[in-house]
Nanobody, 116 residues
Framework: QVQLVESGGGLVQPGGSLRLSCAASGSRANIYIMGWYRQAPGKQRELVATISSGGTTNIADFVKGRFTISRDNAKNTVELQMNSLKAEDTAIYYC??????????WGKGTLVTVSS
C-alpha cells in the first residue's frame, strides 16, 4: 500500500523558516498532484499548496509569497519551504498525493509550532 511519510516539522520562532518534506512509496503508479494541507486545533483542514506533475502550482492566499512548493517526480517527493512564519501557521501539516489511478492518499501529518 502507498505510504506518505512527512518530516521537517518542529518548533520555530515567528518570522523563522522551516522546510517540510514528504516521500511517497509503495506504488508503481505515477502521482498527478502532490500537496500540503494543514489543520489547526478546532479548525477545518485547509489546502496550503499543491503542485502537479507538470509543475503547475496552487497556493493558498494566506501563504502566498511566504511558502513555496516543489517536487521531484522521479523520487516521488514534495517539499514545502515555509518562510516568514506566523503564529497562525501553527498546525498539523499533512502530505497528500493524488495518483493518476484516481486514488488519493494522506500522510500521518507533522506538527509545526510557531511560537516565541
Amino acid at each position: 500500500q502507498v505510504q506518505l511519510v512527512e518530516s521537517g516539522g518542529g518548533l520555530v520562532q515567528p518570522g523563522g523558516s522551516l522546510r517540510l518534506s514528504c516521500a511517497a512509496s509503495g506504488s508503481r503508479a505515477n502521482i498527478y498532484i502532490m500537496g500540503w494541507y494543514r489543520q489547526a486545533p478546532g479548525k477545518q483542514r485547509e489546502l496550503v499548496a499543491t503542485i502537479s506533475s507538470g509543475g503547475t502550482t496552487n497556493i493558498a492566499d494566506f501563504v502566498k509569497g511566504r511558502f513555496t512548493i516543489s517536487r521531484d517526480n522521479a523520487k516521488n517527493t514534495v517539499e514545502l519551504q515555509m518562510n516568514s512564519l506566523k503564529a497562525e501557521d501553527t498546525a498539523i501539516y499533512y502530505c497528500n498525493a493524488f495518483y493518476y489511478t484516481n486514488i488519493n492518499y494522506w500522510g500521518k501529518g507533522t506538527l509545526v509550532t510557531v511560537s516565541s
